[in-house]
């Protein structure tokens, strides 16, 4: 009972001095206090993601109001995203105990997978109102800054449209994006590394909501739109839905959105971008799937450009987003480290479970 006391009037005597005084101190106190150890970092929970995700969805309800759009409840893609979102939680109630080591893995899987999708479908939508409340585009200065890179977009695409097979390894590449983080998600459930899946998907939300704040003050119809002129030998997988659908969205002429139709809106900066740095940061922290991550999402960027019609500064400004997201991840896993005596509950943090 005295040592307890004592303990208290430590801990005490901690949280004054770092109030007024030395924040390396009160570190060293904590430590003692465990045995000579510093807590162990704090871990993004999931239900830290879920209240950023109502965050994220009452947001994007008040953006639709006021945009006067809606989603089309019984389009046929929407049927399908419900249905979907459904089975993933039938799978997560079902094995929420975790019994048996199938059973989690099963459990985390859902858990993973539904806040990932959640959170991308989220972001997608966003765009549309985001866009109708935009005005004017910027391609002459993602232009000039190409130009200014020696970037020449028109020379990347002529080479892929002078080339079948290029074309055909170019669409696959690009279309990882939906492949590299089941693969990711999907082995860290596997190998119950919980904290890491966390920290992904955190770090996901993080680079979809810059993206899309950038969004509203850079809208962009694409290099494609905006430099070729002419037949069209090869149509990338981005077509071009921004010169056609960004427009009509000013003018209030898309009521309803249908989920199963959603398209890429967002130029500017490249969340493709964002998403292929992110993955790879992930990924290398998985000695066992670093080599095919890494190369699959390299590949994926070089496709970006044309695939996704980015200009090259799009491209650097979706990394310089995946690096601002992967340092607010960072931040949160240290603080405790900067505020070992602020408790963590309530806020979506809690440490690690000490030995």
Same mark, same amino acid.
């Given at each position: 009972m005295a040592g307890a006391k004592q303990a208290q009037r430590r801990n005490a005597a901690?949280?004054?001095w770092f109030?007024?005084?030395s924040l390396p101190a009160v570190n060293w106190l904590i430590a003692r206090s465990h045995g000579g150890r510093a807590p162990a970092p704090a871990t993004i929970t999931g239900r830290a993601i879920v209240a950023l995700l109502a965050i994220s969805v009452a947001a994007v309800a008040l953006l639709l109001f006021a945009a006067g759009l809606a989603i089309d409840p019984l389009a046929p893609g929407t049927l399908r995203?419900? $249905?979907a979102f459904a089975l993933l939680g039938v799978v997560r109630w079902t094995c929420r105990s975790g019994a048996s080591p199938m059973m989690r893995i099963a459990r985390d899987m859902a858990h993973y997978f539904g806040l990932f999708t959640a959170i991308a479908l989220t972001g997608a939508v966003a765009s549309y109102p985001i866009a109708a409340g935009s005005h004017g585009f910027v391609d002459p200065l993602l232009q000039r800054s190409d130009l200014a890179l020696h970037f020449n977009w028109l020379?990347?695409?002529r080479a892929v449209a002078a080339h079948p097979m290029l074309q055909a390894a170019s669409r696959t590449a690009y279309a990882m994006i939906y492949v590299s983080p089941a693969i990711l998600l999907g082995y860290l459930a596997i190998t119950d590394q919980r904290r890491e899946a966390h920290e992904f998907i955190a770090a996901?939300?993080?680079a979809a909501a810059i993206t899309l704040a950038a969004f509203r003050f850079?809208?962009?119809?694409g290099p494609f739109a905006y430099l070729w002129h002419g037949p069209i030998p090869y149509l990338p997988v981005s077509d071009l839905w921004q010169p056609h659908l960004i427009p009509r969205l000013r003018d209030h002429d898309v009521p309803l959105i249908d989920l199963g139709h959603l398209v890429g809106l967002v130029s500017a900066p490249s969340f493709h971008a964002a998403s292929g740095v992110l993955l790879i940061a992930f990924a290398w922290r998985q000695p066992r799937i670093r080599g095919l991550l890494v190369a699959i999402n390299l590949a994926m $960027? $070089?496709?970006t450009p044309v695939?996704?019609?980015h200009y090259l500064t799009d491209m650097i400004l979706g990394v310089l987003v995946a690096v601002a997201a992967l340092s607010l991840v960072a931040g949160l896993r240290a603080w405790p480290a900067r505020a070992p005596i602020a408790s963590s509950r309530g806020n979506g943090l809690r440490p690690a479970q000490l030995p």
């Open positions: 901690a949280a004054n109030e007024g005084k995203f419900a $249905l020379d990347w695409y996901v939300w993080f850079m809208p962009a119809i $960027l $070089l496709a695939e996704g019609t």
